[in-house]
């Protein structure tokens, strides 16, 4: 038996400011008014521990919600209610290939629906949007974030507008127009559209998932953690390796996983996290390389676009996270990605996009370093699908063998003899 | 009369420049009100919210950026 869900304030305190620690009801807000530091959500864990254990948690849904006590929502979920529980799989042939003997891929190639990590964020977005009032949502992206608002708010019936800039791939532009959200093309620099987009979701009453509803949308990156750490019986890996762009889901996994542990759900927690980014746009991790805690905003040039956030908005606590667990941070060359992703589509099996050939890239060189031990468990997260990402890997793959219909061609080719019978 | 946030980036040659001193000389109708700032001698950035009319504060704007200086929603990067 389960009991039902927390609510309301029972479990959620407020918002928080991360810098001054001035305190806010749960609305929606996410700029504190004193200091202008961006504010995260607080949780009763007093209340919240003495019910959450491991058996209610494996009683719950196969999703994301099974973790619903650690979300920042008043009642029960209603959007996205298969996104999350993707399989982490033991990658025995990769392991080998790079000398690890136990090494995992947390497998969000295949999130419902939308095939990318972002479907967690976006489900916990638009439940607490929908108990906030909201009936229209909006997001400003180049990719994975606007397919899953796009898909999300097709399903929930609510109202959805798409920024996009004006000189997105067709491809990209497709996924999201098949839902029937507005989509919007932003004309001008990168810059511009940025800073458009900023004062719409400061003028328009819309949930903007990633900027007015931002404390409660990165939260659903935590579930990532926790489903890492339940999937391999509840034990805590020596090493995450988690690739950044705005850094929100490296800071949100290693919280997720000070969670556990302060909630007594694990019983060592010892995890470093490490960061990866393509060479190309790597803000975090040249900071992290210089020794430095402050890091100079850089323009993106790289085939890892979902990764290209130039001007990190949680770069600084990225680093402080990546620090604080005695993890390391790395980049890759463009080549490097495209390797890293064949490498795991032909060792694994997993078609990933960029953003994985960035994560198993960096892998490779924390372990060529010595910084990740042949011993220690590992978990690469691979957070979206190389189907959505196809051009990156055409050159990379080949082409298919052509003979004519003949089978004596076909075993001349191939060099295979006549069977006997 | 509007109240708008930026994060102010000072590239290293510019960190010791008055730049906002005279921002404020050149449009006196716009106030300007340092919330958060870091100032080192490899790194300057200030959280700065501008009051005033619109139009005037988007000139304001437009003066820090001629004087080299990298302005930004309070939000960094918001397209993801
Ligand atoms: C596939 C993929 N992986 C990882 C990330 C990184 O997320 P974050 O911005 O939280 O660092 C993104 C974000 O845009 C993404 O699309
Ligand atoms: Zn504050």
């Known amino acids: 038996m389960t009991k039902p869900a927390l609510k309301g304030t029972d479990k959620i305190k407020g918002l928080v400011c991360r810098e001054c620690g001035k305190e806010y009801p749960a609305v929606s807000l996410h700029v504190c008014d004193m200091c202008f530091g961006p504010l995260e959500v607080q949780y009763n864990y007093k209340t919240i521990k003495p019910r959450l254990t491991r058996k209610a948690i494996e009683a719950g849904p196969k999703s994301l919600w099974r973790y619903v006590d650690l979300l920042p929502i008043a009642g029960d979920p209603t959007v996205g209610l298969a996104a999350g529980f993707t399989p982490l799989v033991r990658a025995k042939n990769l392991g080998d290939e790079l000398g690890l003997d136990k090494l995992y891929i947390k497998n969000d190639t295949v999130n419902h629906p939308t095939l990318s990590f972002k479907d967690r964020v976006v489900s916990v977005a638009l439940t607490r949007a929908r108990e906030l009032g909201y009936d229209t949502v909006a997001c400003a992206s180049t990719g994975n974030l606007a397919n899953s608002v796009a898909a999300h708010a097709a399903a929930a019936k609510m109202q959805c507008y798409v920024f996009i800039p004006h000189d997105l791939e067709a491809s990209k532009v497709l996924g999201n127009l098949v839902y029937r959200p507005n989509v919007v093309e932003v004309e001008g620099n990168y810059d511009d559209v940025n800073r458009l987009c900023s004062e719409i979701a400061g003028e328009h009453k819309w949930a903007f998932v ?139 099996g997993i078609f990933a996009e960029t953003a994985g050939g960035v994560t198993i890239g960096v892998l490779k060189k924390l372990v060529k370093q010595g910084l990740i031990k042949r011993t220690e468990t590992t978990v690469a997260l691979i957070t979206g699908n190389g189907l959505k990402t196809q051009e990156a890997v055409m050159n990379a793959v080949g082409r298919p063998t052509r003979i004519s219909p003949s089978l004596v061609d076909f075993q001349k080719t191939f060099g295979l003899g006549i069977h006997e019978r | 009369m509007a109240h708008l946030r930026f994060h102010l980036r000072f590239p290293e040659d510019k960190i010791k420049q008055p730049v906002l001193c005279q921002i404020n000389r050149t449009f006196p109708k716009v106030d300007t009100n340092i919330r958060r700032a870091d100032v080192r001698e490899k790194t300057g950035w200030m959280d700065v919210e501008f009051s005033g009319d619109p139009a005037e504060i988007e000139r304001a704007i437009e003066g820090i950026r001629q004087k080299g200086v990298i302005v930004d929603p309070i939000e960094l990067n918001v397209v993801e």
């Open chain 1, 210 to 348: 990633n900027v007015n509803i931002r404390p409660y949308y990165a939260e659903g990156s935590k579930t990532l953690a926790y489903e890492v750490v339940e999937q391999l019986g509840w034990d805590a890996p020596d090493h995450i390796v988690v690739p950044m762009a705005s850094g929100s889901l490296l800071t949100k996994i290693w919280k997720g996983l000070n969670e556990f542990s302060k909630l007594g759900l694990i019983d060592r927690m010892a995890t470093k996290v490490d960061g990866a980014q393509a060479e190309g746009c790597s803000p975090i991790a040249a900071a992290y390389k210089l020794g430095r805690d402050f890091f100079k905003p850089v323009k993106p040039a790289t085939i890892a676009k979902s990764l290209a956030i130039g001007n990190p908005a949680d770069g600084y606590y990225a680093l402080k996270a990546t620090a604080e667990s005695g993890g390391a941070m790395d980049t890759v060359t463009d080549e490097e990605i495209i390797e890293g992703m064949t490498l795991l589509a032909q060792t694994e």
